[in-house]
T-cell receptor, first 115, second 114 residues
């Protein structure tokens, strides 16, 4: 039973355009969400996070949007660059209600940015 | 500063043999995690160490898997009597925060059981 779902295994975008990566979750207790980027043969690197008290967090070209009513978050990359080509993982955690608080990861979306 | 390091980077072993995977976390990080990523799958939580507290072993898939963390720093993940389904990339992460916040990952150990 997947609590964090990334339904698109891959996404291809032209350089300079917007990349939108989506993530859905089922556990309403999740209160913190993160995005990680992973290059081949490397470990995931932290990209950006958002607390459930916010609906948007921005860091340079990267913006994460959270829609709690829809249990949906998305990562926008504008403008996309070839170096952004990687696998992007969505993760979530819950810190209250007796939860352990461990990060739960989605299966990832492979982004390809074409020059 | 130095990030999380893991060794070996690649390990090929025969079915039934034991293997040990090592993780050196970022200095000062009190939390240490082990995950594995099988082909086409997300990151599967295995075990979590926080300071001197008893580890959270809830993610270990079987009693063939164990881990220890000596002196609150280096950690070793041991898999006994390896099976082909144990083939995966094993990732270690450390964090200065309590669980559920940002973690910093090592490059992983790719384990292949033949």
């Amino acid at each position: 039973d997947q609590q964090v779902k990334q339904n698109s295994p891959s996404l291809s975008v032209q350089e300079g355009r917007i990349s939108i990566l989506n993530c859905d979750y089922t556990n309403s207790m999740f209160d913190y969400f993160l995005w990680y980027k992973k290059y081949p043969a490397e470990g995931p690197t932290f990209l950006i996070s958002i607390s459930s008290i916010k609906d948007k967090n921005e860091d340079g070209r990267f913006t994460v949007f959270l829609n709690k009513s829809a249990k949906h978050l998305s990562l926008h990359i504008v403008p996309s660059q070839p170096g952004d080509s990687a696998v992007y993982f969505c993760a979530a955690s819950a810190h209250y209600g007796g939860s352990q608080g461990n990060l739960i990861f989605g299966k990832g979306t492979k982004l390809s940015v074409k020059p | 500063g130095a990030g999380v390091s893991q060794s070996p980077s690649n390990k090929v072993t025969e079915k039934g043999k034991d293997v040990e995977l090592r993780c050196d976390p970022i200095s000062g990080h009190t939390a240490l995690y082990w995950y594995r990523q099988s082909l086409g799958q997300g990151l599967e939580f295995l075990i979590y160490f926080q300071g001197n507290s008893a580890p959270d072993k809830s993610g270990l898939p079987s009693d063939r898997f164990s881990a220890e963390r000596t002196g609150g720093s280096v950690s070793t993940l041991t898999i006994q009597r390896t099976q082909q389904e144990d083939s995966a990339v094993y990732l270690c992460a450390s964090s200065p925060y309590r669980t559920g916040y940002e973690q910093y990952f090592g490059p992983g150990t790719r384990l292949t059981v033949t």
